[in-house]
């Protein structure tokens, strides 16, 4: 699912950001919920691109479709008024290859 | 193995008696059964909620079972069931499915089962066999939406063609009770006990019954004519000529004999020497009432009235509940009728009311224990009673007490439900009856205190056999176990009589056993004055009655307290009853 704009007064930015994926399993179940629970609350849009496959963030099941393995890299695309805080949100857990030790 | 044509007899355990010829229909004989049918679009928006509240009970046991774990400090455990707690709510599985089902306009299952296949397809093609090893997750998860979508998923059994003779898994007692008598010749199943409530349904409509069937490698059957002997079990598929002609006198005779017995419903309850008994009707809907007229009862000694809402899968609030008692006791004319508060749990799960775990539900939280942790439910059904005492003559009875501290508890919110509709000005009447069930062996063995505080008490059998034998009924490796003669069951009704009959109030024995007419007077020799059974049973039981004595009863009752196995019993009861009814040829056989 793309980002759509939405027509509402709340200001909409749209932000870009490229990760790596860093957990030494890539982006299996545990991982792949960590994200799903962190947008839980979120009010934007919410896309992973992985090799020209563009998916919705929110749903556990296409980010386990993407099948991303370690180091590969997901283009995050954040569209909504808390965009900001959502990203990075986002791009911390990834660094932090969320919460998995990884040696 | 099974051949088209050749004749197939089958020895099950029988359940419901009567005989049953008809149509062999199967009902998802299949492990993996996915019902596909085309939804109304009227009812589409309820077959999308029906969905949501399946995802909804997911969850709830995920979140159950995850507390579990936290408590035990499986963290691991945890975050595997935050995962699946994530899928339930998938997008792709809640939205997703929602709008495919309205779109197609098919049932939940077929949609849901789809959409998993669809996406079992495309990890599937996934080549790290890591990642396509993810789909295992999915699946457990899915496997449990569609078990709680199963359970809310009824086969309609009122749209199943005349004459059928229906076999399934397993029945449920709401199933049961949707079932359209005259169209149903017979239920075969391969689980099911003795006295599930499925079971006591089944009876109550006259319906045979034969559990037991294992169904594998039969469904080729289906269409085929099959015969259903509810007295011993047996079934036939595909009958020979001489099978049929068989079983076609057999029951012309038991037609000719029920006829007899339903034409003297103006003969008064009593035995030959005079000794008079209640003879009363239990009551699930309020249809049945018509039969208890008919049949000439004295009243309805056990109205239960959670089946009304069972098949709501919620309690209606208290103004639904009184529009309904009230129409209830308007229809018994004057009649008495006994309102027994709602008896959920064990085997009676209520979908508002997720299963909350209990390892050992029929020993859990049921009943007046259920009641009395949701006080407003109970406070709401006491007031709509209450308010609809004003129609007729209603007495309030508690399912299993088994503590007098439950019966004080209970009787307490019965007085507050009072209060309140005395400060609102709405009117109830004054002298309202209160008794409780006796099922469970505590209570039989205090019924001298229960008495005391009661206005009458109830003995309801198939708990307290249950109970006393520490027999589940409702399994089948041990349902040769479950003896309603056995001595120490005998004994229980003999000590409950005695005190009651001691504080000088009345009693009525309200399980399976007294609609059995060969304990009829087994229950008279004992001291009871009261019997409630299923409206169709008043003519049987009634004329077990007239054929007695109490003289007879009374010498039957001391042999029987002398025997010691409950074989010896059930054959003297047998004879006892061959000797009174010969021509009874349902029980004599």
Same mark, same amino acid.
């Given at each position: 699912?793309?980002?759509?704009?939405? *027509?509402k007064?709340?200001?909409? @930015?749209?932000?870009?950001?490229?990760?790596?994926?860093?957990?030494?399993? *890539?982006?299996?179940?545990?991982?792949?919920?960590?994200?799903?629970?962190?947008?839980?609350?979120?009010?934007?849009? @919410?896309?992973?691109?992985?090799?020209?496959?563009? @998916?919705?963030?929110?749903?556990?099941?296409?980010?386990?479709?993407?099948?991303?393995?370690?180091?590969?890299?997901?283009?995050?695309? @954040?569209?909504?008024?808390?965009?900001?805080?959502?990203?990075?949100?986002?791009?911390?857990?990834?660094? *932090?290859?969320? *919460?998995?030790?990884?040696k | 193995?099974?051949?088209?044509?050749?004749?197939?007899?089958?020895k099950?355990?029988?359940? +419901?008696?009567?005989?049953?010829?008809?149509?062999?229909?199967?009902?998802?004989?299949?492990?993996?059964? $996915?019902?596909?049918?085309?939804? %109304?679009?009227?009812?589409?928006?309820?077959?999308?909620?029906?969905?949501?509240?399946?995802?909804?009970?997911?969850?709830?046991?995920?979140?159950?079972?995850?507390?579990?774990?936290k408590?035990?400090?499986?963290?691991?455990?945890?975050? $595997?069931?935050?995962?699946y #707690?994530?899928?339930?709510? !998938?997008?792709?599985?809640?939205?997703?499915?929602?709008?495919?089902?309205?779109?197609?306009c098919?049932?939940?299952?077929?949609?849901?089962?789809?959409?998993?296949?669809?996406?079992?397809?495309?990890?599937?093609?996934?080549? !790290?066999?890591?990642?396509?090893?993810?789909?295992?997750?999915?699946?457990?998860?899915?496997?449990?939406?569609?078990?709680?979508?199963?359970?809310?998923?009824?086969?309609?059994? /009122?749209?199943?063609?005349?004459?059928?003779?229906?076999?399934?898994?397993?029945?449920?007692?709401i199933?049961?009770?949707?079932?359209?008598?005259?169209?149903?010749?017979?239920? $075969?199943?391969?689980?099911?006990?003795?006295?599930?409530?499925?079971?006591?349904?089944?009876?109550?409509k006259?319906?045979? &019954?034969?559990?037991?069937?294992?169904?594998?490698?039969?469904?080729?059957?289906?269409?085929?004519? /099959?015969?259903?002997?509810?007295?011993?079990?047996?079934?036939?598929?595909?009958?020979?000529?001489?099978?049929?002609?068989? &079983?076609?006198?057999?029951?012309?005779?038991?037609?000719?004999?029920?006829?007899?017995?339903?034409? =003297?419903? +103006?003969?008064?309850?009593?035995?030959?020497?005079?000794?008079?008994?209640?003879?009363?009707?239990?009551?699930? #809907?309020?249809?049945e009432?018509?039969?208890?007229?008919?049949?000439?009862?004295?009243?309805?000694?056990? &109205?239960?009235?959670?089946?009304?809402?069972?098949?709501?899968?919620?309690?209606?609030?208290?103004?639904?509940?009184?529009?309904? &008692?009230?129409?209830?006791?308007?229809?018994?004319?004057?009649?008495?009728?006994?309102?027994?508060?709602?008896?959920?749990?064990?085997?009676?799960?209520?979908? =508002?009311?997720?299963?909350?775990?209990?390892? %050992?539900?029929?020993m859990?939280?049921?009943? $007046?224990?259920?009641?009395?942790?949701?006080?407003?439910?109970?406070?709401?059904?006491?007031?709509?009673?209450?308010?609809?005492?004003?129609?007729?003559?209603?007495?309030?009875?508690?399912?299993?007490?088994?503590?007098?501290?439950?019966?004080?508890?209970?009787?307490?919110?019965?007085?507050?439900?009072?209060?309140?509709?005395?400060?609102?000005?709405?009117?109830?009447?004054?002298?309202?009856?209160?008794? =409780?069930?006796?099922?469970?062996?505590?209570?039989?063995?205090?019924?001298?205190?229960?008495?005391?505080e009661?206005?009458?008490?109830?003995?309801?059998?198939?708990?307290?056999?249950?109970? +006393?034998?520490?027999?589940?009924?409702?399994?089948?490796?041990i349902?040769?176990?479950?003896?309603?003669?056995?001595?120490?069951?005998?004994?229980?009704?003999?000590?409950?009589?005695?005190e009651? %009959?001691?504080?000088?109030?009345?009693?009525?024995?309200?399980?399976?056993?007294? /609609?059995?007419?060969?304990?009829?007077?087994?229950?008279?020799?004992?001291?009871?004055?009261?019997?409630?059974?299923?409206?169709?049973?008043?003519?049987?039981?009634?004329? /077990?009655?007239?054929?007695?004595?109490?003289?007879?009863?009374?010498?039957?009752?001391?042999?029987?307290?002398t025997?010691?196995?409950?074989?010896?019993?059930?054959?003297?009861?047998?004879?006892?009853?061959?000797?009174?009814?010969?021509?009874?040829?349902?029980? %004599? =056989?």
């Amino acid at each position: 699912m793309l980002p759509n704009k939405k *027509g509402k007064g709340s200001p909409q @930015v749209k932000l870009v950001c490229k990760v790596k994926v860093k957990n030494i399993q *890539g982006l299996h179940t545990r991982p792949a919920t960590a994200i799903v629970k962190i947008l839980q609350n979120s009010k934007s849009d @919410v896309a992973f691109t992985h090799k020209r496959e563009t @998916v919705n963030a929110k749903s556990i099941l296409s980010i386990l479709l993407l099948a991303a393995k370690k180091n590969s890299l997901i283009t995050i695309t @954040v569209d909504g008024e808390d965009a900001d805080e959502t990203m990075n949100r986002l791009v911390s857990a990834f660094d *932090g290859c969320f *919460g998995e030790m990884n040696k | 193995m099974t051949q088209k044509d050749v004749e197939i007899h089958l020895k099950g355990i029988s359940i +419901s008696r009567g005989i049953g010829i008809g149509k062999a229909v199967f009902l998802s004989p299949e492990k993996e059964y $996915i019902p596909n049918f085309k939804v %109304n679009t009227k009812e589409v928006e309820s077959e999308v909620l029906r969905y949501r509240r399946a995802i909804t009970r997911g969850c709830d046991e995920i979140n159950l079972l995850q507390n579990q774990l936290k408590k035990e400090k499986i963290t691991e455990g945890v975050d $595997i069931l935050e995962s699946y #707690m994530q899928m339930m709510q !998938d997008p792709l599985l809640t939205v997703g499915v929602e709008n495919s089902i309205r779109q197609s306009c098919r049932n939940a299952e077929q949609v849901f089962y789809e959409t998993i296949n669809f996406y079992q397809t495309r990890f599937s093609k996934i080549i !790290d066999p890591f990642f396509r090893e993810r789909f295992k997750d999915i699946q457990d998860v899915s496997k449990r939406i569609l078990s709680f979508l199963k359970e809310s998923y009824r086969v309609s059994l /009122a749209d199943i063609p005349e004459e059928s003779v229906v076999f399934a898994y397993d029945l449920t007692a709401i199933e049961v009770a949707e079932a359209n008598i005259t169209k149903i010749s017979a239920f $075969i199943t391969t689980s099911g006990g003795i006295s599930s409530h499925a079971a006591i349904v089944a009876k109550a409509k006259g319906i045979p &019954y034969v559990t037991n069937i294992h169904l594998e490698g039969l469904e080729i059957c289906s269409d085929a004519i /099959a015969i259903v002997d509810g007295r011993t079990g047996e079934v036939f598929i595909n009958p020979s000529e001489e099978t049929i002609l068989r &079983y076609a006198n057999i029951k012309k005779t038991l037609g000719i004999h029920f006829k007899l017995l339903s034409d =003297c419903s +103006s003969n008064r309850s009593e035995t030959y020497d005079g000794y008079h008994v209640k003879l009363s009707a239990n009551i699930e #809907m309020s249809h049945e009432v018509n039969l208890l007229h008919e049949y000439g009862g004295h009243g309805v000694g056990l &109205y239960r009235s959670e089946y009304e809402f069972l098949s709501l899968g919620k309690f209606p609030v208290e103004e639904e509940q009184f529009i309904t &008692y009230r129409r209830m006791v308007e229809l018994m004319q004057g009649l008495p009728i006994v309102i027994r508060t709602f008896d959920i749990g064990g085997d009676k799960q209520m979908s =508002c009311y997720p299963n909350k775990l209990e390892t %050992n539900p029929i020993m859990g939280c049921r009943a $007046i224990r259920f009641l009395l942790q949701e006080r407003d439910l109970f406070k709401s059904q006491l007031r709509a009673i209450l308010r609809a005492s004003i129609y007729g003559d209603v007495s309030i009875l508690f399912p299993m007490i088994s503590a007098l501290s439950e019966l004080h508890e209970a009787k307490q919110i019965f007085y507050e439900a009072q209060e309140e509709l005395l400060h609102a000005g709405v009117p109830f009447s004054r002298n309202i009856s209160i008794g =409780c069930m006796i099922e469970v062996p505590s209570a039989a063995i205090i019924s001298d205190l229960l008495a005391k505080e009661c206005d009458f008490l109830s003995i309801g059998t198939n708990d307290l056999i249950q109970y +006393s034998l520490a027999v589940d009924r409702s399994n089948q490796l041990i349902s040769g176990l479950y003896t309603p003669t056995h001595p120490s069951v005998i004994r229980l009704i003999k000590l409950i009589v005695n005190e009651v %009959n001691h504080q000088g109030i009345p009693v009525t024995v309200c399980g399976e056993v007294a /609609a059995d007419p060969r304990f009829t007077s087994l229950l008279l020799g004992l001291g009871v004055h009261e019997l409630s059974v299923a409206p169709r049973h008043i003519p049987i039981i009634k004329n /077990a009655i007239r054929s007695a004595s109490i003289v007879d009863a009374t010498a039957l009752a001391e042999k029987v307290l002398t025997l010691a196995s409950a074989n010896e019993i059930q054959e003297l009861l047998n004879e006892a009853y061959y000797q009174l009814v010969p021509d009874d040829c349902i029980y %004599n =056989c």
